[in-house]
T-cell receptor, first 112, second 116 residues
């Protein structure tokens, strides 16, 4: 069965510092991988997705993620965090977008 | 992309009553899903809404409690029946396969339900 693990429940970084949010998945084949962001009281917004091809994926708002098959990981990165990046981040795995499974989420706090 | 309108955006309901949540998409989509997000939790898939047939429910969710309709390619409803305080959650509609293309999933703003 598909599963997604986000090991970090809560991360605090200083504004301007770099960020990496971890995501590991379990699935028999190469899944489709997604990162979504949810700001307080808001819906989910897609940051980026990996379907195939280049394993380094660029997304919106300066985010990128790298698919590493050998590690079953799809970590999200940003070189310099802005205060507006404070939100909940969800990693998700799915096949053709069907039957998506979400990680538990990582809450990001940005210190001034 | 797809624009999803979900109604109501929030509601406070008495236990034992039912609430129907509507999801309207601005274009035809292949797949429509309903998720639940309990307070402080991640999203859990309730079911896949199938056009013209019964929804496909995930383990732990049953049709009697969460009846779903999908009469066409742009509209679906989720009913939360015989509510209890444990049903207090955000319920999200999601769509994929916009205009038949293999696209990422899009989400509505959610319905924040409080059962008292």
């Amino acid at each position: 069965a598909q599963s997604v693990t986000q090991p970090d429940i809560h991360i605090t970084v200083s504004e301007g510092a770099s960020l990496e949010l971890r995501c590991n998945y379990s699935y028999g084949a190469t899944p489709y991988l997604f990162w979504y962001v949810q700001s307080p009281g808001q819906g989910l917004q897609l940051l980026l997705k990996y379907f195939s091809g280049d394993t380094l994926v660029q997304g919106i708002k300066g985010f990128e993620a790298e698919f590493k098959r050998s590690q079953s990981s799809f970590n999200l990165r940003k070189p310099s965090v802005h205060w507006s990046d404070a939100a909940e981040y969800f990693c998700a795995v799915g096949i053709n977008n069907n039957d998506m499974r979400f990680g538990a989420g990582t809450r990001l706090t940005v210190k001034p | 992309s797809a624009v999803i309108s979900q109604k109501p955006s929030r509601d406070i309901c008495q236990r034992g009553t039912s609430l129907t949540i509507q999801c309207q998409v601005d274009s035809q989509v292949t797949m429509m899903f309903w998720y639940r997000q309990q307070p402080g939790q991640s999203l859990t898939l309730i079911a896949t809404a199938n056009q013209g047939s019964e929804a496909t429910y995930e383990s732990g969710f049953v049709i009697d409690k969460f009846p779903i309709s999908r009469p066409n390619l742009t509209f679906s409803t989720l009913t939360v029946s015989n509510m209890s305080p444990e049903d207090s959650s955000i319920y999200l509609c999601s769509v994929a396969g916009v205009q038949g293309k293999n696209t990422e999933a899009f989400f509505g703003q959610g319905t924040r339900l409080t059962v008292v």
